[in-house]
């Protein structure tokens, strides 16, 4: 009776630890509206969890709130889409290694009246330009974003000094890419956006592309491990298990077949010299 007893609460023990284990099984990765958004995560991460028993907690925030989540230590893994600020993350000691593992683009996004008559151009600094000299109504995420950075950098330029310029034609909103986009449809604005949450939209309106295929549209994403040096908490084998996954053949093949309508959202370059 005795040798039974202790041979069921070792069991217990064994099982309870078995389950403790497993719940740590988990990181969380701060990421990007527009990886939440375009339903990239939702097809990748089932992939990993399947493959590795690993659970991916995704924080989705602009890139500059997703760079803040992790400089406190509260994410394992950042993938976001930013190159000077995820440099600027790494200088500081926050990061570890930098990895590119994808692109996509941006495209300009106006209704289908076109009150500042740009559809059909390839040149993104020629079109915001049409746009500011006819105070067409413009959105912007104005939320500290990638696609934020972008917008102003594309705005830059254009020559164009937003601060001296900016009246009620442009709108922050501080808002996700999903929410802006929704501002813009009700508004009948022209925005910047990236493509793949764009596909993912429903809620378009009067709205389509209007300006597409400039090479400063090109959008690069990174993924970093947050430095377990500066942040003790962070869990630097399963996140690394996680960044070595995006990058590997397999992860690579994940993210080249998710499709919107069975258009390639997303495109693979890890260990191409990627941006």
């Known amino acids: 009776?005795?040798?039974?007893?202790?041979?069921?609460?070792?069991?217990?023990?064994?099982?309870?630890?078995?389950?403790?284990?497993?719940?740590?099984?988990?990181?969380t990765v701060a990421s990007t509206t527009s990886t939440e958004q375009s339903g990239l995560f939702g097809y990748v991460l089932p992939i990993f969890e399947k493959k590795t028993g690993i659970q991916v907690r995704v924080v989705a925030l602009g890139t500059g709130q997703a760079l803040d989540l992790a400089r406190r230590g509260d994410a394992d893994v950042v993938f976001v889409h930013a190159k000077a600020a995820e440099e600027k993350f790494l200088s500081e000691g926050h990061g570890v290694k930098r990895y590119p593992v994808m692109y996509n683009d941006f495209v300009l996004i106006g209704p289908k009246?076109?009150?500042?008559?740009i559809a059909g151009g390839n040149n993104v600094a020629w079109a915001l330009r049409k746009i500011q000299v006819r105070e067409a109504t413009f959105v912007s995420r104005g939320d500290r974003s990638g696609t934020h950075m972008a917008e102003l950098d594309l705005w830059k330029a254009s020559g164009i000094d937003l601060d001296k310029v900016r009246g009620a034609w442009y709108r922050d909103t501080g808002q996700g890419m999903g929410p802006a986009l929704n501002t813009a449809a009700s508004m009948n604005a022209y925005i910047l956006a990236d493509r793949g949450t764009w596909l993912a939209f429903k809620n378009r309106g009067d709205l389509a592309i209007l300006v597409e295929g400039d090479r400063r549209l090109y959008n690069q994403y990174g993924v970093m491990l947050v430095n377990p040096d500066k942040h003790p908490s962070v869990k630097k084998?399963?996140?690394?298990?996680?960044i070595d996954w995006l990058t590997s053949p397999e992860g690579q093949k994940a993210i080249a077949d998710y499709k919107i309508g069975g258009e390639q959202v997303f495109f693979p370059n890890a260990g191409q010299g990627g941006g």
């Not at 084998?237 to 996680?242: H, I, K, P, T």
């Open 1 to 27: 009776m005795v040798v039974a007893r202790r041979m069921f609460l070792s069991l217990l023990i064994f099982a309870v630890g078995l389950s403790a284990w497993a719940q740590e099984r988990f990181i």
């Open 113 to 117: 009246s076109d009150p500042a008559k």
């Open 237 to 242: 084998d399963l996140g690394q298990a996680f």
